[in-house]
């Protein structure tokens, strides 16, 4: 299974049109908030299964707050991350994400992106698609599950 991962768009349907081709085939696209309107406007994004949730910028938006579901074997926690403080650590995030009992969390907020490990739960950003908003680049996730297990990293555009 081949999972994208993007956030924090911005207003940037370019980037976001440019990164969802570069991903190549994908099973499901995760949006971590921030672009809502993008998301919705997309031609690539209206071709591949999308679940997203809503960021602090998504002043209306369809998409739920926090989003959690099975990908294969593994509990995933999808939510932007302004909730939970991220800006300012992980711990936060990381006990919401073991309360529910999550292998991993995925989230944005930051535009930073990260994949790193948080007693034992894997913490992933993919950062920002936004140009104005990329402190280390513009960046997508890619998450891949097989035999291996799961692997997670970013990919810039």
């Not at 140009?131 to 890619?142: K, L, N, S």
Request: charged residues 20%; proline residues 3%; glycine residues 14%.
């Amino acid at each position: 299974m081949r999972i994208g991962v993007v956030g924090d768009i911005h207003g940037n349907l370019g980037g976001l049109e440019r990164a969802v081709r570069a991903m190549g085939p994908i099973d499901r696209l995760l949006f971590t908030g921030d672009g809502y309107r993008e998301i919705a406007r997309s031609k690539c994004c209206s071709e591949v299964l999308v679940k997203g949730v809503v960021g602090n910028c998504d002043f209306y938006s369809e998409y739920p707050v926090e989003e959690f579901f099975q990908l294969e074997s593994y509990q995933v926690m999808l939510t932007h991350g302004h909730r939970y403080g991220v800006k300012h650590g992980l711990t936060t995030i990381g006990l919401a994400g073991r309360e529910k009992g999550a292998d991993l969390v995925v989230f944005g907020h930051t535009h930073l992106p990260l994949n790193a490990e948080w007693e034992g739960i894997r913490l992933f950003n993919p950062g920002t698609l936004c140009p104005e908003r990329a402190y280390q680049g513009v960046t997508y996730g890619i998450i891949t599950i097989d035999q291996k297990g799961l692997t997670l990293f970013h990919e810039r555009i």
